[in-house]
T-cell receptor, first 116, second 111 residues
Framework: DGGITQSPKYLFRKEGQNVTLSCEQN?????MYWYRQDPGQGLRLIYY???????QKGDIAEGYSVSREKKESFPLTVTSAQQNPTAFYLC???????????????FGEGSWLTVV | QKEVEQNSGPLSVPEGAIASLNCTYS??????FFWYRQYSGKSPELIMF????GDKEDGRFTAQLNKASQYVSLLIRDSQPSDSATYLC???????????FGTGTRLLVSP
């Protein structure tokens, strides 16, 4: 089945540790995104990529890094520089060819990251 | 002013009633508008999108867009307890591929 797969679903990070969240999609979508959601809050954009080997910072990119070496994959690394990383992380993807009239974004199931 | 604003709620309606969820946006050039439903602890799922002024119906859901007033709404007819969730409004800002999300409105449908 086509979809967006995030792993792991739950992750615990120790202080000072980097962790990487995986995101894979088989929808043949060009664009991929990472959002962060804090309890009771909306979604905030961390990074997005419109095409392979290219990505842009979103609104809260500090302390995060990404790569886009393959169309299907857009991993997110939460570095030790991210002061408050405990949150729900959502990966999403969309088609690119309707950019001017809007892209419909579809989400993976999310990853819960907790600092211990 | 926030780019996309929603009342956080909760909005409480009895089963069978019409629930009306509202969203305003600041960028007059915004071109497309989306409604997502998010159950607690789950990821958002797309309900519907709208690009043109007026109404768009899909089953029990109707999206309404008024670009002049910078206002988009979602009506849920015959509300069911299973509709209880947080509803996120998202706007595709002009010239950008990213969506900007509101903080969501929590809907509670009582049996």
């Amino acid at each position: 089945d086509g979809g967006i797969t995030q792993s792991p679903k739950y992750l615990f990070r120790k202080e000072g540790q980097n962790v990487t969240l995986s995101c894979e999609q088989n929808l043949n979508h060009d664009a991929m995104y990472w959002y962060r959601q804090d309890p009771g809050q909306g979604l905030r954009l961390i990074y997005y990529s419109q095409i392979v080997n290219d990505f842009q910072k979103g609104d809260i990119a500090e302390g995060y890094s990404v790569s886009r070496e393959k169309k299907e994959s857009f991993p997110l690394t939460v570095t030790s520089a991210q002061q408050n990383p405990t949150a729900f992380y959502l990966c999403a993807s969309s088609t690119r060819d309707r950019a001017l009239s809007g892209n419909t974004i579809y989400f993976g199931e999310g990853s819960w990251l907790t600092v211990v | 002013q926030k780019e996309v604003e929603q009342n956080s709620g909760p909005l409480s309606v009895p089963e069978g009633a019409i629930a009306s969820l509202n969203c305003t946006y600041s960028d007059r050039g915004s071109q497309s508008f989306f409604w997502y439903r998010q159950y607690s602890g789950k990821s958002p799922e797309l309900i519907m999108f709208i690009y043109s002024n007026g109404d768009k119906e899909d089953g029990r859901f109707t999206a309404q867009l008024n670009k002049a007033s910078q206002y988009v709404s979602l009506l849920i007819r015959d509300s069911q307890p299973s509709d209880s969730a947080t509803y996120l409004c998202a706007v595709n800002l002009a010239g950008f591929q990213k969506l900007v999300f509101g903080t969501g409105t929590r809907l509670l449908v009582s049996p």
